[in-house]
């Protein structure tokens, strides 16, 4: 059955909306905001003025960066089918100087946007949830203009295998004890480490955003493999 595990996504990132920043914060070591930084610096669009998506936005921080490093007057959109994750998005815009920012609520596998309509998209650690990728991919395609940029950010087990298994012991015990201490949410602390076992390898992703028509694909690896950013074009 297609996209079956959609409504339990959502219900899991409804309930860990309220802690999720904070546990972002603590889980990775404040290593998320360097690596969200390194995803927006990584596209290749026009200063100023341009348009952006950003897919599975959650609680906006990709949003915040995109204006940062692309320029107040930069068009930002977000969309992500968790209301309560939108909220807190949208309570942290209300308090900043970016108002004109659009957000959405809607799924990543069938976005209601026109084709061609943005200059970069951009999905940070959404992707690993969505298991019909390839459908994913399509639609960020299609909404990109020719020469449009396209960025991935996402969560991966390093490939060393003694890294791997220092990574599997936190994951896999330190993580959802914190996580699930402060959520009060164990099950998503726990999927976690799970829905990043099940993400392919970097190369078999990176042949998967290639069938979906783009180009100039490839991937760089940050704080030792922990974490995966893919970068790629939309042709002319
Ligand atoms: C781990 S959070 C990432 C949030 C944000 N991008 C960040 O950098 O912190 C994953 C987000 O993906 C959203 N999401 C998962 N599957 C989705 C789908 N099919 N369509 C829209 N949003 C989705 C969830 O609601 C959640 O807000």
Not at 30 to 37: A, H, I, M, P
Not at 104 to 128: K, M, Q, S, V, Y
Not at 175 to 193: H, M, T, V, W
Request: glycine letters at 8%.
């Amino acid at each position: 059955m297609k996209n079956a595990e959609l409504p339990f996504i959502k219900d899991m990132f409804n309930n860990i909306a309220p802690m999720y920043d904070f546990l972002n914060r603590l889980l990775s070591l404040k290593r998320d905001v360097k690596w969200r930084r390194k995803m927006v610096a990584s596209l290749d669009t026009p200063h100023g003025g341009a348009s952006f998506l950003d897919v599975a936005c959650g609680t906006g921080d990709v949003l915040f960066e995109i204006y940062r490093q692309k320029g107040i007057s930069s068009k930002v959109t977000g969309l992500d089918f968790s209301k309560n994750m939108l909220d807190i998005s949208n309570d942290k815009i209300r308090k900043s100087a970016y108002g004109k920012t659009s957000l959405i609520c809607g799924n990543a596998l069938t976005l209601p946007f026109a084709d061609g309509e943005f200059d970069g998209l951009t999905i940070a650690f959404g992707i690993r949830n969505i298991i019909d990728k390839k459908t994913a991919l399509l639609e960020f395609f299609r909404c990109l203009k020719p020469g449009g940029s396209l960025a991935i950010l996402e969560l991966t087990a390093p490939e060393n295998v003694f890294l791997h298994h220092l990574y599997m012991l936190y994951f896999e015990k330190v993580l959802p004890e914190i996580g699930g201490f402060f959520s009060k949410n164990i099950d998503a602390y726990s999927y976690l480490p799970q829905s990043v076992l099940k993400f392919p390898k970097n190369s078999e992703f990176a042949a998967t955003i290639e069938n979906s028509g783009f180009e100039k694909v490839c991937w760089e690896q940050l704080t030792l493999g922990v974490c995966t950013l893919f970068k790629a074009r939309k042709p002319l």
